[in-house]
């Protein structure tokens, strides 16, 4: 069965420095998203990418964060200065419609720790 | 702003009980409301998904409710097994404004063998 994957696993950084998370989407789902969950609390809502361009994005995801597709494939979440506050775990999802009508397909996430 | 509620955060129950898991949100202006599943260490896996015109789904020995005007769902589980152990998280995908999953905090369950 087709699974959305993401590298890498764990990710350790210091304060201030880039991170590029990575996620392969399901190869034919056109909707992809970010979600984070810092440890104890809630799934939010990061950001999600349609058409190659942001179709919806919380107020978490602001000038530090971006995404891109790149090629066919992967589909990348960038935070460009690392803060302490940014450790979590970052998920990326996909699904074949915006999401109102079919549920979004999770990976299995990149646990995120910024010392 | 959509804010979704799962009481009690643990439960524990033992083997072979059904059992109900509850969630709550504030705002019925909603497209979908899924149940998933998320086992320590991994991602989401969704459970099933109940349209906002639809009152309830069923997979297996797992069946969910919706009461839009009232804003609650209810994920009943049968029989229940050691392998059902899990965090069961509840999400709403909102419309206008709301227009993506809005999630609780999740029902970490543990059934007893």
């Known amino acids: 069965e087709p699974e959305v994957t993401q590298t890498p696993s764990h990710q350790v950084t210091q304060m201030g420095q880039e991170v590029i998370l990575r996620c392969v989407p399901i190869s034919n789902h056109l909707y992809f998203y970010w979600y984070r969950q810092i440890l104890g609390q809630k799934v939010e809502f990061l950001v999600s990418?349609?058409?190659?361009?942001?179709?919806?994005k919380s107020e978490i995801f602001d000038d530090q964060f971006s995404v891109e597709r790149p090629d066919g494939s992967n589909f990348t979440l960038k935070i460009r200065s690392t803060k302490l506050e940014d450790s979590a775990m970052y998920f990326c999802?996909?699904?074949?419609?915006?999401?109102?009508?079919?549920?979004?397909?999770f990976g299995p996430g990149t646990r995120l720790l910024v010392l | 702003k959509q804010e979704v509620t799962q009481i009690p955060a643990a439960l524990s129950v033992p083997e072979g009980e059904n059992l109900v898991l509850n969630c709550s949100f504030t705002?019925?202006?909603?497209?979908?409301l899924q149940w998933f599943r998320q086992d320590p260490g991994k991602g989401l896996t969704s459970l099933l998904l109940i349209q906002s015109s639809q009152r309830e789904q069923t997979s297996g020995r797992l069946n969910a409710s919706l009461d839009k005007s009232s804003g609650r769902s209810t994920l009943y589980i049968a029989a229940s097994q050691p392998g059902d152990s899990a965090t069961y998280l509840c999400a709403v995908w909102g419309t206008g404004a709301n227009s993506k999953l809005t999630f609780g905090k999740g029902i970490t369950l543990s059934v007893r063998p």
């Open positions: 999802a996909s699904g074949t419609s915006g999401g109102a009508w079919e549920t979004q397909y």
């Open positions: 990418f349609y058409n190659n361009e942001i179709s919806e």
């Open positions: 705002d019925s202006a909603i497209y979908n």
